[in-house]
């Protein structure tokens, strides 16, 4: 059986309540995990506190304690796992920003995977989550392909899939919600 099969049928046995089915799944997503986790903290400032470690302790204990999340296959894992990663970083910029007086420290987070190749920058994390929490008010497919595609790492195929949308469909949403977000950090 193939890996993706092995950890699909892990979380189907998980969802069914199976302790040990959660067990074994760390190990085969564990690699996986650490690389979304860098990915989202590659545009950190440096010294930040958190480590790819950290973040994806904490995110899986967050989707292990969620009783709502029973992803059904590897992509829907992964997706959620990085939802739960983005609420982590938000929380931890909040609680940064609680500590300082008027809370003017944020921490900031490039957006190159949302700009061209040619172009640079960085945009505060929790202004990134007010902009996602407005598009998906407007539009919650392109605020959900923003998520798997900005932090998850999925492609557009796999975003399609998991949407049940077509992969020109996904990219039109991916290019409309790009706009979207630099004008509501510019």
């Known amino acids: 059986m193939s890996e993706n099969g092995a950890i699909t049928r892990l979380l189907q046995r998980a969802s069914a309540g ?29 010294g930040h506190t958190l ?11 967050r989707l ?13 894992f992964f997706a959620l796992a990085a939802r739960r990663m983005r609420q982590v970083l938000i929380d931890h910029a909040r609680a940064r920003d609680a500590a300082k007086r008027g809370g003017a420290q944020r921490e900031a987070v490039t957006l190159s995977a949302l700009q061209s190749e040619d172009t640079a920058g960085e945009v505060d994390l929790l202004a990134l989550d007010q902009a996602l929490q407005q598009l ?27 949407l049940g949308i077509s992969r020109a469909t996904a990219q039109r949403d991916w290019e409309v919600a790009r706009t979207f977000l630099f004008q509501q950090l510019a």
């Open 18 to 46: 199976e302790i040990d089915a959660e067990r074994e799944l760390l190990p085969l997503v564990y690699a996986e995990l650490r690389r979304v986790a860098a990915r989202q903290l590659a545009g950190e400032r440096s």
């Open 136 to 162: 998906e008010q407007a539009d919650p497919r392109k605020a959900r392909i923003v998520e798997l595609r900005y932090f998850a790492g999925l492609e557009m195929i796999d975003i399609a899939e998991l």
């Open 64 to 76: 292990a304690n969620d009783a709502t999340a029973a992803p059904a296959d590897r992509r829907q």
């Open 51 to 61: 480590s790819p470690t950290a973040l994806v302790h904490e995110a899986y204990l």
